[in-house]
Structures are given as C-alpha cells and as structure tokens.
C-alpha cells in the first residue's frame, strides 16, 4: 500500500526555522516527483515547493513559490525514501497545514496533478 506520512511540523517562534519530512513507503521514491503544498487558515491550498524525479541519467530540477523562493528549501534523500522541506525565516504568515503529494515521473506546481497525498502536517508560527 502506498503511503506518503509528513513529519516535522510543529510551533515556532517567529523568526525560527523548521524541517518538514515526507516519508513514503511502498513506491521508490525517486520515480516521483513530490510537491509540498499548504493551506493557510481561510485560504486555498497553494503550491509551496516541488522537485522532480531523478535517475542516473536525469538531474532533479527544484521549483518554488516566487514569494517563498530564498526561505524554503526542497530536498530529496533517497536513502530515506523521502523529501525534504527546510523553513527558515518563519512568520505567523506560514502558519498552514503542510501536505506533500507525489506522482510518477511527473513534477507540476499545481495540485491536481498529484494523486498521492499525505495527511498533513500542522505548522504554527507563533510567540
């Protein structure tokens, strides 16, 4: 059964920084290319970070959101079967429910591209 589970989220202070994770299990994770979106309180879901797939023979390429370009970091780590999201720099703005979503050898920024979806991940950025 395939499953994506994100971890890391939690309060911090503005200003702090936080590591989100999305573990799959069931897939090779390196076949997939993984969004992270979040929904803000009242709002959509809106599209934060992506990367693509890779193989020996294909390089990942990353995508962000302009307005978070330079304070969110996409990373895969296929030892782990995982990616990455690393915030610094954050405010009571990105307090969201985070979601990570996969899809085979595809990578897109908008959210109906992607048909595996985790739970969910809570962040609160708050003193």
């Known amino acids: 059964q395939v499953q994506l589970l994100e971890s890391g989220g939690g309060l911090v202070q503005p200003g702090g920084s936080l590591r989100l994770s999305c573990a799959a299990s069931g897939v090779i994770f390196s076949r997939y290319g993984v969004g992270w979106f979040r929904q803000r309180p009242g709002k959509e879901r809106e599209f934060v970070a992506a990367i693509s797939w890779t193989t020996a023979e294909t390089p990942e390429n990353t995508y962000y959101a302009d307005s978070l370009k330079g304070r969110f970091t996409i990373s895969r780590h296929n030892e782990k079967n995982s990616v990455d999201l690393q915030m610094s720099s954050l405010g009571p703005r990105d307090t969201a429910v985070y979601y990570c979503?996969?899809?085979?050898?595809?990578?897109?920024?908008?959210?109906?591209?992607?048909?595996?979806w985790g739970q969910g991940t809570q962040v609160t950025v708050s003193s």
């Open positions: 979503a996969a899809a085979l050898l595809r990578v897109s920024t908008a959210s109906h591209q992607y048909g595996l």
